[in-house]
């Protein structure tokens, strides 16, 4: 799996729009873009995923650039709840030999009020 | 929706004592992970299975056991519980799919061994 970079710490304020950048230069074609948060003492949760094409669901909204080098999660309207350490993993979506999520530290996010 | 459960939640071993942490999942996923999670870390892969009989070491497997018996079910055994083994513990589950590979986890298991 290609390796990722976050920063390691991010703020917000509440009500704004949350946008967590992450490097993905070694991503090969068959590799998708992975998105997750932990939120403090919980079970990681899954937030979005994608190719290429820029993705969105009712948590978050994911841009991927075209080069598919880096991407930018994006939270529309950050709250207080959305406080937690936020994943970005690139992986294969198939594989024979089989499959694994390596996380790496991830980006604090803190939402301020 | 009950998803993946994990028991216990919380548990404090001595050094050198046995046990086993429970993993099932209720959404007929065929792979199935298990993480820790040292304090202010990324989480790491113990093992992980892609379906029944098939288990197959992670990054940090050494301390630890698996098997898979049936699809639903995952445990992870402790033989000789050391200090080193302090952690909170996740087990996740995931299915195979063409669109992607979506892990969902459990709660997780604080372990402390003293």
């Known amino acids: 799996d290609a390796k990722t970079t976050q920063p390691t710490s991010m703020d917000c304020a509440e009500g704004r729009a949350a946008n967590l950048p992450c490097n993905h230069s070694t991503i090969s074609g068959n590799e998708y873009v992975y998105w997750y948060r932990q939120i403090h003492s919980q079970g990681p949760q899954y937030i979005i995923h994608?190719?290429?094409n820029n993705e969105t669901n009712e948590m978050a909204s994911l841009i991927i650039t075209e080069d598919r080098k880096s991407s930018t999660l994006i939270l529309p309207h950050a709250t207080l709840r959305d406080t937690a350490v936020y994943y970005c993993i690139v992986r294969v979506a198939e594989e024979t030999s089989g499959s694994r999520l390596t996380f790496g530290e991830g980006t604090q996010l803190t939402v301020n009020p | 929706n009950a998803g993946v459960t994990q028991t216990p939640k919380f548990r404090i071993l001595k050094i050198g004592q046995s046990m086993t942490l429970q993993c099932t999942q209720d959404?007929?996923?065929?792979?199935m992970y298990w993480y820790r999670q040292d304090p202010g870390m990324g989480l790491k892969l113990i093992y992980y299975?892609?379906?029944?009989?098939?288990?197959d070491k992670g990054e940090v497997p050494n301390g630890y056991n698996v098997s898979r018996s049936t699809t639903e079910d995952f445990p992870l055994r402790l033989e000789l519980a050391a200090p080193s083994q302090t952690s909170v513990y996740f087990c996740?589950?995931?299915?195979?799919?063409?669109?992607?590979?979506?892990?969902?986890f459990g709660e997780g298991s604080w372990l402390t061994v003293v």
């Open positions: 994608g190719l290429k």
């Open positions: 299975s892609v379906g029944a009989g098939i288990t």
């Open positions: 996740a589950s995931s299915f195979q799919a063409r669109s992607g590979n979506t892990i969902y």
């Open positions: 959404m007929n996923h065929n792979y």
